[in-house]
């Protein structure tokens, strides 16, 4: 007999498992399929995030800029050391020891919630039935309602194929056993610049080739140059409008072959990281009559609501339209289980927080000061360094600002950058405040503690209306 649920979700990265968590919280009888296996080969949930993403890059960011610090750095505070090494397999062995304890967190949420767990791929069949295969065979089981939420993948460019042996992707990035002398990176987007920067920290020559004639287009101009620059002072060779034509290991090497103002020029590095986006994955989840529709671009096609062309079949996530984030993924599961329970499921796009984490972070919500001269919408600034911030001071990173962009005629905060030290952590106030249709003027008259990082944030929303303290107007 074919088993039923309420709710089933395929995919069990940050918008699956929130949405499996938050069905069975809504006393739907649900589960979750999800096939991806960890380095060991055994099934681990937690999707690309957990298991080769967001968490283990973090893990790495962090033990590269301890060795950086101890290296570079604190001998400011008086503190020396005497050859200073880094044991790249403890590094890796610590990531993955994290990775272990928050994919096994996932599994004993499952049970506490009461949420059902079949490792395996899930295919969507019409008539919202769903076939299971894994290890152990084949099964097909019924569901009410359909979350797809199957995530990315990375994408591959010509003459350069992944081997995770010489030249790697995201997850071959992360196991690399040794540091490499010559680091050759592939786009210089967060991937690229994140994992450019643990490897460059801990030694490697890394040189960046990034397509595009402008870096970090996405990001408000103003951070974007003035990390440039930090990341110049940092050792990372950034090349823009550089296209690499293809990618051949030759002894032990990665022959590189990229093209820039027509000329091309070879170079040798011991590897290559592609890093240059990810695409919606759909492989084997779909049969041909289940009758879900995908985009030009191979996303699963919905609308604003998340719905696809199937009633009872909703997507979200990487797999969809919108930034291809985990919090927008866990948002967007939530707010569709909240429509298959009746309720108003929220997310706004414009107030989903971006962040790189490198050092200092680059961290912004909102609008660009380009998107709005662009959309010819009237605009006030305010700044502040924190070089001028006592707590950056203290603690040795002066580096960076804030940069708040509020509407001309109503302060309606539009858009919040900063560059800093924990810019992630600082960001927050700013998307309460414009989740709220919040002002410059009410982050400026939010009593902030002192001495800290937050100061900077509340001195630029005093600088919108040229009334900073600490800095000239």
């Not at 499996?20 to 296996?37: M, P, S, V």
Request: with cysteine; aromatic share 6%.
């Amino acid at each position: 007999m074919t088993e039923k649920y309420d709710v089933i979700v395929i995919g069990g990265g940050p918008a699956g498992y929130v949405a499996a968590i938050r069905a069975a919280q809504h006393g739907f009888n649900t589960l979750c399929i999800d096939r991806f296996k960890g380095k060991n080969g055994k099934y681990s949930l937690g999707g690309t995030c957990l298991n080769i993403g967001c968490i283990p890059s973090k893990a790495l960011l962090d033990s590269s800029k301890h060795y950086e610090q101890m290296t570079k750095h604190y001998d400011v505070h008086g503190i020396s050391f005497e050859n200073a090494a880094i044991d790249v397999p403890t590094m890796i062995g610590r990531k993955d020891k994290i990775v272990k304890q928050l994919t096994g967190g996932i599994a004993q949420l499952f049970k506490a919630n009461k949420v059902n767990y079949k490792p395996g791929s899930g295919k969507l069949l019409k008539d919202k039935q769903v076939e299971i295969s894994n290890d152990e065979g084949t099964e097909i089981v019924q569901g009410e309602h359909i979350i797809l939420a199957s995530g990315s993948v990375p994408i591959s460019i010509p003459n350069v194929e992944i081997d995770n042996e010489y030249i790697l992707d995201n997850a071959g990035g992360l196991d690399v056993e040794q540091v490499p002398e010559k680091l050759g990176v592939i786009g210089a987007g967060v991937i690229g610049l994140e994992l450019g920067s643990v490897w460059g920290r801990l030694g490697s020559q890394v040189t960046v080739f990034e397509a595009m004639d402008t870096f970090l287009a996405a990001c408000d101009q103003t951070i974007a140059k003035m990390a440039a620059r930090e990341f110049k002072k940092q050792g990372l060779d950034i090349h823009l409008s550089t296209f690499v034509k293809s990618a051949t290991v030759k002894n032990g090497k990665v022959e590189v072959v990229y093209e820039k103002n027509g000329e091309k020029t070879t170079e040798t590095y011991d590897k290559l990281l592609v890093a240059v986006g990810r695409k919606a994955e759909t492989s084997g989840l779909l049969s041909d009559d289940c009758g879900v529709e995908l985009t030009e671009r191979g996303q699963i096609d919905v609308d604003d609501e998340c719905r696809t062309s199937v009633p009872g079949v909703w997507a979200c996530g990487d797999a969809v339209r919108g930034p291809m984030l985990a919090h927008k993924g866990s948002e967007e599961g939530s707010a569709v289980v909240e429509r298959i329970a009746g309720q108003h499921g929220h997310i706004d796009f414009n107030t989903i927080p971006w962040v790189i984490y490198t050092e200092p972070e680059i961290a912004w919500v909102g609008k660009t000061e380009e998107q709005l001269k662009e959309a010819g919408v009237e605009y006030k600034i305010g700044t502040f360094p924190f070089a001028a911030n006592g707590r950056a001071l203290a603690m040795n990173e002066p580096t960076g600002m804030v940069k708040l962009i509020a509407d001309a005629e109503t302060d309606e905060l539009l858009g919040a950058h900063i560059y800093a030290a924990n810019a992630a952590d600082l960001l927050q106030e700013c998307v309460v405040t414009m989740e709220f249709k919040g002002c410059a003027e009410d982050l400026a008259r939010i009593v902030h503690a002192h001495p800290t990082l937050s100061e900077a944030v509340f001195e630029a929303a005093m600088n919108v209306d040229k009334r900073a303290i600490h800095k000239a107007n």
